[in-house]
């Protein structure tokens, strides 16, 4: 209404001039514009359009695609996706003058008019292209008060919207039958491709079957599209639209095309965007069509070997390791699979990750000073606090590398060095990396965390190996291609992610006969394999320069099987999968980085040699961080000249002593021997004459455990065991309960007592040297 105030006044003005002839002609022109206006504002244009998502690959082709919220296929184009030939064909059939009319074309409905009263015939040649538009978005009845509102609505089209836009939207609305609309959707429903890649031919079939599109079905009415298109082909022809032998191969093209079903490459991926970016007419993904495909392909193919074994799930994420996107995603072999789950998304479900959380943990231990590569630990029975870990064969291996642990997967050492490195300081790296169970858990969780006690996804594992291909720079997972900024957070130094790289590289492959690296075509991976508890997950995890691939195998229902385990029912899928998206890559392996440093060790004990160390092997450490204490897999023993009896300095004859290197083997080593029945080099027993009574070397009580409280069931007289690490002299121990004695055993021995009532007790633990220990616990009874 202001509007209206203000062109009152502005007449006004022009009155006074007396340019009243002006005011006519100005009256016969401005009027309808303002009547226009007016409308303009009292009725104004809303396009309301719902669109069908669609999901894109890297590719830009339609991977996978939902209903609108009016179940319609109805997908939105993309400029780039009106390609010239579909354009022209459509300007010319509908609407030749469109980017030359105001939205109405006066001499189309002209024409239309007066070939409405010769003939008596109704003809279509009057709407426009933007007419049509506005019928689309506001269907009518064809009255001639419809055909005033279609009119009105075509010029607020024009007025709002430029020529192009108009004309998209026109494409993106027109009609194909049932609940098809739109060029996009019919051109991938129809011929299963994008728009962009439309011959000629299908061009003008999309061009003329709106026309009628409930009596042009494809797939039904084939032979007369055809005749119908050709029709409008030689049309062309004699119009010079497009050169003449395209038009001929064109004519000649046949028409084979049925309705087909919409694309589902990657459900599980498609829907988890949809569900995210529900508002967004085309979801770009990353996902690289062709890795995804074969991936699909190749995991079908395995689980049909494995259902045999009772195995039915598996799901695999293949991540590129330069952009940190997704590349293909499966979240289950088999999505239309309705017996064992198949919707079931295996990459975001929480499952134990049995050992494949270990390389996190010797990253974090090289980083924290505690070892290298070569560093001896010992793989032997271990109490913690009643928590005592077994190895996946059951047996131990007394001394090993810290490569050779890590490599073969041993659990020991695993606990041993997260009780080194602290559960807490682990968990906080793995909540740094997005871990969200360890973010949820974080407080509860002991040591068995490193031996698969805290659930984690297969997204989560794949993201955090990948930061070993990036010098241990952790990158969340990018979906998106518009999402270009790449978040890095440094995890792992690159000194310890070029370590794990090159123990994970030590196993057989699985796919290589006898180890031979036969084939220079075969990429070069890094791996670990995981067995949850039970054999419920098997998991294999591998990557190198170019990509990351974690693989899942399992069973939706939790339900465990013998035969499943991460080597065997895993790794060659993961390894099948590498030998096909990255065949041929010529990518280098990782070279060390400049903060890492090789040096001469011990293989006694991967310390620097010492003067008495004779066996040394080359080393990788980290200067200023790794452990530099020498060698001391020896040491030196004051004995007597035949051997039979070891000295102190209180008890050296005046004759003379003989020294002699004796291994300097830690108790538990010790004990480990004893009761493997291990030949070790033994310390000659001490000097019987002696008079001094040791304070050093005192035993160590092992079992029970000092401070802990005990709950027994009275009814089952359940007995505790008492055992000890003594020094290695000592060959008989005696045990006392209360100040009582209980037994005289042999040095190793496992000596039982039954608790009778509640309480503290005072255990207490003598060697035939006199050293003694006490140690004290409590019971309770239930
Ligand atoms: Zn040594
Ligand atoms: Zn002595």
Known sequence: MRNLKHTNYKLKQLLHKKNRWLLGTALVLLFPIVVFIVLNKLYPLTINV????????SDGSVINAFLSSDDKWRMQLEPDE???????????????????????????????????????????????????????????DRTYRNKLIELFRAGQLEWNYSKDEILQLYLNLVPYGGNIEGVKAASIL??????KQLSLAQAVTLTVIPNKPSSLRIGEQNARIVDFRNKWLRYYKQEQAFPETAIQDALNEPLEATRLEAPKVAPHFAYRMFRKYKSQPIIKTTLNRQVQEKVEQLAYNYMQRLRYQNIHNAAVLVINNQTKVVEAYLGSADFSEVAHSGQ????????????????????????????????????????????????????????????HALATSLNVPAVKLLDQVGVHSFVQKLQQADFSEMKAEGDQLGLSLILGGCGVKLEELTALYAAFANQGNYSPIRWLQHDSTIVTRQVFSPASSFMINQILTQLLRPDLPHNAQNSSHLPKIAWKTGTSYGRKDAWSIGYNKNYTVGVWVGNFSGEGVPELNGTDSATPLLFDIFNAIDYNSSNSWFSPPKTIGNRAVCTESGKPGNTFCNDQVMDTFIPGISPVAKCSHLKKVPVSENGKYAFCTTCQPQSGVTLKWYPNYAPEILTFFDSEHIPYQRIPAHNPNCSRIFHDFAPVITSPTAEMEYILEQEERQKLMLHCNAHNEVKQVHWYINDKFVKTAAANENVFFEPEKAGKYKISCTDDQGRNTNSYISVQFL
Not at 82 to 95: H, M, N, R
Not at 101 to 128: D, M
């Open 82 to 140: 009106i390609i010239p030939v579909l354009k022209q064909a459509v300007l010319l059939k509908e609407d030749r003058y469109f980017y030359y009319h105001p939205g109405v074309n006066p001499a189309a409905i002209v024409r239309a008019a007066f070939n409405n009263l010769t003939t008596g015939k109704t003809t279509s040649g009057a709407s426009t292209i933007t007419m049509q538009v506005a019928r689309l978005l506001y269907p009518k």
């Open 50 to 57: 719902s669109y069908s998502p669609v999901i894109t690959a």
């Open 190 to 195: 129809y011929f299963h491709q994008s728009p």
């Open 344 to 403: 079931v998304d295996g990459v975001r479900a929480i499952r134990s990750p049995g050992s494949t959380l270990k390389p996190f943990l010797y990253a974090a231990a090289f980083d924290r000073g505690l070892i290298t590569p070569k560093t001896i630990i010992s793989d032997v029975p271990i109490d913690y606090a009643g928590y005592r870990p077994q190895n996946y064969f059951g047996n131990y291996s007394g001394n090993v590398t810290i490569e």
